[in-house]
């Protein structure tokens, strides 16, 4: 455990000296949410209708754009093989690295995320709903991105490639978290939709950090 | 038996085009792959034998 | 079988020639299997009372969609022996499986397409099934396309069995979600399951299709692991030999 709250101070201390890193992810999540209604017209009803499903998958695509971060840095300087030899938990530090990663490239994510829903005409309702929802998926794509960003650490082309093999298991989290606001729009309550991502980030959280540490050890043999 | 003549059996009642295009291009596609397949093998083949030879002759040299 | 033996064919030198001897078989089967199962759908099968003919094209895209959802289940279980007893034998058998359960996943949406523009008038529509077949091919790209990118054949093998693991449990997840949006957003409408019931012959073609196509993946499978095998062995001496006896 104490290498798990170790592992995070360092590395937000690390990204606290690369801001511009985490700004780059918020802008990058802000435009291309902001191209949409450029796309396909400012019409206030589609664009309520899309709103939520936009800004997820703006989400997922930024989350997905930053994963490269993840192990890339301790990997160019060797700091991830010392990793491999200590003796705690592989999966530890993986764990802490994804929780690094989803406080310094969506928490400030989900922060900005009402703004772009007002942008989209989304009840306050809405809003809240939306905040929760990518609250509890948001760390799911941090956790399932990491063992993508381990398989391709290293590679040529690895950004794209991460991209091939994260995006399609980032689809259910992302029915769910844009369903979430739909279903609480339409009158049918988002609970269902909430609790189903909450199981998925629990699943998650107890299977992915040991996959992604198995990836590390493939990747750095 | 379903058709009453060839024509009818091409015609497919009407949806000619569908079932065709769905049969042909499917068992195009298998073929395809048998044959790039076969293609590697003589490929594969062909390379490795040369590389086999170079060693042979520069060996007994 | 006892278990040396079992260890004897799992090395790949012996594999290669037992793998030979095996395709002739599955070949002509698979061969006498499509011809039987392509007569019994446009001869044996009745014209369908709802459907018409067009309906006849379930007998390549059932099928195809049956053997691309099998192959991810059996190279997910090759990758998982491959990785729990590391042997490079089953992570070739993966490698080798992938590219035609990926052409079996583009044919069942090929036909599922050109089946659903006639009774549905649309070319495609995000009908549960389709979309999980989709999402199923993108599956299969990823796992091609790592084992593409890494050159180093170990890393290779263990990272397509790793994607391939995660990749298998993940599938009923996204199936799951997938039927669950589509309920939500496309109400009753229209949906694949609502198939006419289906006459004796017609459930008879399916299966001659369906065993006519997993003969084919067999012997295609070998045919190709061989190469990989050649590929990766060819500085070893049995490699040379089987060369020296090809030319």
Redesign the interface.
């Known amino acids: 455990m104490k290498i798990l709250a170790w592992v995070v101070k360092r590395d937000l201390l690390l990204a606290m000296r690369r801001k511009s890193d985490v700004l780059t992810t918020l802008f990058f999540f802000v435009i291309m949410a902001s191209l949409f209604p450029l796309g396909v017209g400012p019409e206030p009803q589609l664009l309520k209708q899309m709103g939520p499903g936009v800004v997820w998958v703006a989400a997922l695509l930024a989350s997905m754009l930053s994963l490269g971060r993840l192990f890339s840095a301790d990997y160019a300087d060797g700091t991830l093989e010392q990793m491999l030899l200590c003796p705690e938990s592989l999966a530890l530090i993986v764990l802490a690295k994804a929780a690094v990663h989803w406080i310094t490239a969506e928490l400030p994510l989900v922060a900005f995320a009402p703004l772009l829903g007002l942008q989209f005409g989304l009840s306050e309702q809405a809003l809240w709903v939306l905040i929760a929802s990518l609250l509890i998926g948001t760390p799911v794509l941090s956790l399932v991105g990491s063992i993508g960003a381990s398989l391709t650490l290293g590679l040529r082309g690895g950004g794209v490639l991460v991209s091939l093999l994260v995006l399609p298991l980032y689809i259910p989290t992302l029915i769910f978290g844009a369903g979430a606001v739909d279903a609480s729009t339409s009158g049918l309550g988002a609970q269902g939709h909430l609790s189903i991502l909450g199981a998925l980030l629990v699943l998650s959280l107890l299977a992915t950090p040991k996959a992604a540490a198995a990836a590390l050890r493939i990747s750095l043999e | 038996?379903?058709?009453g003549s060839f024509s009818a059996?091409i015609h497919?009642?009407?949806?000619a085009f569908?079932?065709w295009?769905?049969?042909g291009?499917?068992f195009a596609?298998?073929g395809m792959?048998?044959w790039l397949?076969s293609k590697?093998?003589r490929t594969?083949?062909k390379r490795?034998?040369q590389?086999?030879r170079l060693n042979a002759s520069k060996g007994s040299r | 079988m006892s278990k040396v033996n079992l260890y004897k064919f799992s090395a790949p030198a012996t594999f290669y020639g037992l793998a030979g001897q095996m395709i002739p078989g599955f070949a002509i089967l698979s061969a006498i299997l499509f011809a039987a199962g392509?007569y019994i759908s446009?001869?044996v099968?009745?014209?369908d009372a709802q459907q018409?003919?067009?309906y006849?094209?379930i007998f390549?895209?059932v099928p195809?969609a049956w053997m691309s959802m099998f192959i991810y289940v059996v190279m997910a279980v090759y990758s998982g022996i491959g990785l729990a007893f590391n042997t490079r034998l089953s992570a070739m058998m993966a490698q080798a499986l992938a590219?035609?359960g990926a052409?079996f996943c583009?044919?069942a949406l090929?036909?599922g397409s050109?089946?659903g523009?006639?009774m549905w008038g649309a070319w495609w529509v995000w009908d549960a099934r389709l979309t999980s077949q989709l999402i199923l091919f993108f599956l299969y790209i990823g796992f091609i396309s790592l084992q593409a990118a890494i050159e180093d054949p170990k890393r290779a093998d263990r990272a397509g069995a790793l994607i391939a693991l995660v990749g298998v449990i993940n599938v009923p997840i996204i199936y799951f979600s997938v039927k669950w949006w589509n309920t939500l957003h496309q109400g009753a409408s229209i949906s694949f399951s609502k198939a006419p019931t289906m006459a004796h012959t017609m459930l008879a073609g399916m299966l001659v299709m369906a065993v006519a196509c997993w003969t084919?993946t067999i012997a295609?499978a070998l045919?190709?692991v061989r190469?990989i095998i050649?590929?990766r062995e060819?500085h070893t001496t049995w490699?040379?030999e089987i060369?020296?006896g090809?030319?």
């Open positions: 038996m379903n058709w059996f497919m009642g009407g949806y569908y079932v295009s769905s049969f291009v499917s596609l298998l792959e048998i397949l590697r093998r594969l083949l490795l034998g590389i086999q | 392509l446009f001869f099968a009745p014209t018409g003919e067009a006849r094209i390549i895209h195809a590219p035609t052409l583009f044919i090929f036909t050109f089946w523009k006639p084919y295609i045919y190709r190469l050649l590929e060819r490699a040379s060369l020296g090809a030319k």
